[in-house]
Structures are given as C-alpha cells and as structure tokens.
C-alpha cells in the first residue's frame, strides 16, 4: 500500500543521486520543450528565484535557462516521476511558462532539429531572424570543432 505520509527531502533527492533529468513542459501549451539537468545548486537557485536554472555536466556550470535567447522559463510546478513497483525515482517534471525571445542565432528555440533521412537539420520554421542565423551561428550544420568549443565556453558560459 502507498504510504501517502511519505515524504522525500531536497536533501535526501539529492545524496541518491547528484543531478537528475529534469522533462520540460510548457504549461499553456502541454509541450515537452527539453530534457535538462538539475545539481542541487540549480535546483536550490530555481526554488529561490522562480526562473530554472539548469546544470551543465560538460562545463561544470550552473546556468539560466534563456540567458542568452530571453526565453526564460518561469517555474510553475515541480513532481517527481516515482516508479513505485520499481521503488524508485526516475526524474522530476518542471511545468513552466515561456517568456518570449530569440537567441543571438536568430532562433526561436534552441533545442530542435529535424531528422532529415540520415542528417539532422535546423527546422526552418524556428528560424526568425535569417540574416543573424546566417552570420552569427556556429552550430548550426555541424559539430563545433575544439577550437571552437574552447571559444564558444569564453564567449557564452560565465561560472556562476
């Protein structure tokens, strides 16, 4: 029988397992918009400021979701995904409202590509501003390079 009395602390989530998946919705629209990662530290900075702050594992950074495109994502709700025949949890959920805006890439979102036969492609139709698109992005058509990496880590991730 479950046992409706439980209760599962931050601190608890936390010493089982460093960062988590975090699935995103936006609320208005029931949209998966991105699945992210959360340490405590980002997970404590979201709480306090109501805006998702996400980890990055590769940089090791914390950062604000929309810093770079104004797209920043307002908490609404928080859940945990539990699988109780399993005994135990699989991710949380962040229900969240979008603010509008647009990356220095002239996107409307940063996240998606199509799968185009055995390539994938910018989807156009996140393209908004094509001249910023065509000058300015990096990434789009192909992997950065070390080099480039190394510059784009200089140019967009401040340590928080």
Request: aromatic share 8%; net charge negative; proline share 1%.
């Amino acid at each position: 029988m479950l046992n409706l009395e439980r209760k599962i602390s931050i601190e608890e989530l936390f010493e089982s397992q460093a960062v988590w998946p975090v699935i995103v919705v936006e609320d208005a629209t029931n949209k998966v918009v991105s699945l992210q990662e959360i340490n405590i530290d980002a997970f404590r900075k979201t709480l306090k400021t109501g805006q998702c702050w996400y980890f990055d594992k590769v940089n090791n950074v914390i950062y604000l979701k929309g810093e770079h495109s104004n797209e920043v994502e307002s908490l609404k709700k928080v859940t945990l995904d539990i699988c109780h025949a399993r005994r135990h949890i699989r991710n949380l959920h962040y229900r969240v409202d979008i603010a509008d805006g647009a990356c220095m890439f002239g996107m409307s979102k940063c996240d998606f590509y199509v799968l185009d036969g055995n390539f994938f492609r910018v989807d156009s139709a996140n393209i908004i501003n094509k001249d910023a698109s065509e000058k300015e992005c990096t990434r789009i058509g192909t992997l950065l390079s070390e080099e480039e990496d190394i510059e784009h880590q200089k140019r967009f991730i401040r340590k928080k």
